[in-house]
T-cell receptor, first 113, second 111 residues
Framework: GAVVSQHPSWVICKSGTSVKIECRSLDFQATTMFWYRQFPKQSLMLMATSNEGSKATYEQGVEKDKFLINHASLTLSTLTVTSAHPEDSSFYIC?????????FGPGTRLTVL | EDKVVQSPLSLVVHEGDTVTLNCSYEVTNFRSLLWYKQEKKAPTFLFMLTSSGIEKKSGRLSSILDKKELFSILNITATQTGDSAIYLCAVEARGNEKLTFGTGTRLTIIP
């Protein structure tokens, strides 16, 4: 139980385009989901906390207008990287909170050309 | 600001060796410390530690927490090539469920 999926698993896009990443809790409902970013050889950095039915809470230094988060249902949160640039290339990982434990998705590797 | 420091940053050992990975932390209102193993994709959960001095064990892996010294170790005995991964330590504070991760230890096991 407590499985989290992400889609797509990888994406390549041109600079200036927007990319949407989905995070789904498959067998439980998640009021709270988290979005992390991991650059090569670095650790996971929390970007934002996604709350179902309300606005996301962004960590310091993360632009909310660039990284749009929508948590419209109890099983789905989306992260949209708007006007992506090469420096946004990274591994994006979501997690969903269930019974006070975070369950991680498999991650999405974004490459912006 | 919560902080997690892991050491060493990388470690290369031969199969069969025992390794000890370190994690020190600073967190306001500590709730738990977690260890994860990350291979090519997202982290997989290993242990959650909340109390000092109580060893958690799973097969060849074990971990213990010292809340006085703000420190945890992860031991792996009789290492195998499948243990090669990045091992991440994270802390959680009471009042929010956010995790603060360390930079990880990259462990490489040579056959």
């Amino acid at each position: 139980g407590a499985v989290v999926s992400q889609h797509p698993s990888w994406v390549i896009c041109k600079s200036g385009t927007s990319v949407k990443i989905e995070c789904r809790s498959l067998d439980f409902q998640a009021t709270t989901m988290f979005w992390y970013r991991q650059f090569p050889k670095q650790s996971l950095m929390l970007m934002a906390t996604s709350n179902e039915g309300s606005k996301a809470t962004y960590e310091q230094g993360v632009e909310k207008d660039k990284f749009l988060i929508n948590h419209a249902s109890l099983t789905l949160s989306t992260l949209t990287v708007t006007s992506a640039h090469p420096e946004d290339s990274s591994f994006y990982i979501c997690s969903a909170l269930h019974a006070n434990e975070q369950f991680f998705g498999p991650g999405t590797r974004l490459t912006v050309l | 600001e919560d902080k997690v420091v892991q050491s060493p940053l990388s470690l290369v050992v031969h199969e069969g060796d025992t390794v000890t990975l370190n994690c020190s932390y600073e967190v306001t209102n500590f709730r738990s410390l977690l260890w994860y193993k990350q291979e090519k994709k997202a982290p997989t959960f290993l242990f959650m530690l909340t109390s000092s001095g109580i060893e958690k064990k799973s097969g060849r892996l074990s971990s213990i927490l010292d809340k006085k010294e703000l420190f945890s170790i992860l031991n792996i005995t009789a290492t195998q090539t499948g243990d090669s991964a990045i091992y991440l330590c994270a802390v959680e504070a009471r009042g929010n469920e956010k995790l603060t991760f360390g930079t990880g230890t990259r462990l490489t096991i040579i056959p």
